[in-house]
Each structure stands twice: as C-alpha cells, then as structure tokens.
C-alpha cells in the first residue's frame, strides 16, 4: 500500500521559514514526479512546486522562497519554504505521480499538513 505522510507544517510568523516532509512507503518515487500543492480555505487546490528526476519547478507565486528537493534514498521530498507570507497559509499536500505536471492530477496524495502565516 503506498503511503505519502507530510511532515513539518505549523504557525510561523511572516517573513519566518518551515521545512515540510513527505515520506513515502510502499514504492520507490525515485524515478517518478513528486510535487506540492496547497488549499486554501475556499480556493482550489493549487500548484506549489514539483520535482522529477531530473528538473524542479515552481510556481510565480513561490519563486525565489521556496525550494523543493528529494532524497531518494530516503524516498522523501522536501519543501523549504522561507519569507513566508500570509498568504502563504494553507493545507499543503505532497503528491507523486510517473508524470511532471502542474495540475492536481497526481496519482497518490498525501494527508495534508497545515501551515498558518501570522501577520
């Protein structure tokens, strides 16, 4: 059974950094697209940022804040997000799919964790 667990979110003043954690199980992501997507409270999920083997990708919102990594020996990608803003806040999700895509099209989905910005 493939799990993605988030780790990592919380309550941060603005302009602070949280490290968020997807850890996967049940097969290896090595090979595969890993990304995160975030919900805000009456909004669609949205488009974070995304790895595959070989490229990242972020969206506008997040560019020059946030970094996404992967260590696949510990079948784990990473989201460092620093000078976060209030509307940074969301529920963040990790997702994994063998295809690179910017909509929340992925395959396996995480459970969620929340980050909350404070101004």
């Known amino acids: 059974q493939v799990q993605l667990v988030e780790s990592g979110g919380g309550l941060v003043q603005a302009g602070g950094s949280l490290r968020l954690s997807c850890a996967a199980s049940?097969?290896?992501?090595?090979?595969?697209?890993m990304g995160w997507f975030r919900q805000a409270p009456g909004k669609e999920r949205e488009f974070v940022a995304a790895?595959?083997?070989?490229?990242?990708y972020y969206a506008d919102s997040v560019k020059g804040r946030f970094t996404i990594s992967r260590d696949n020996a510990k079948n784990t990608v990473y989201l460092q997000m620093n000078n976060l803003k209030p509307e940074d806040t969301a529920v963040y999700y990790c997702?994994?799919?063998?295809?690179?895509?910017?909509?929340?099209?992925?395959?396996?989905w995480g459970q969620g964790t929340q980050v909350t910005v404070s101004s």
């Open positions: 790895v595959s083997p070989s490229r990242t």
């Open positions: 997702a994994a799919d063998p295809i690179m895509r910017r909509r929340p099209q992925y395959e396996y």
């Open positions: 049940g097969r290896t992501f090595s090979s595969s697209a």
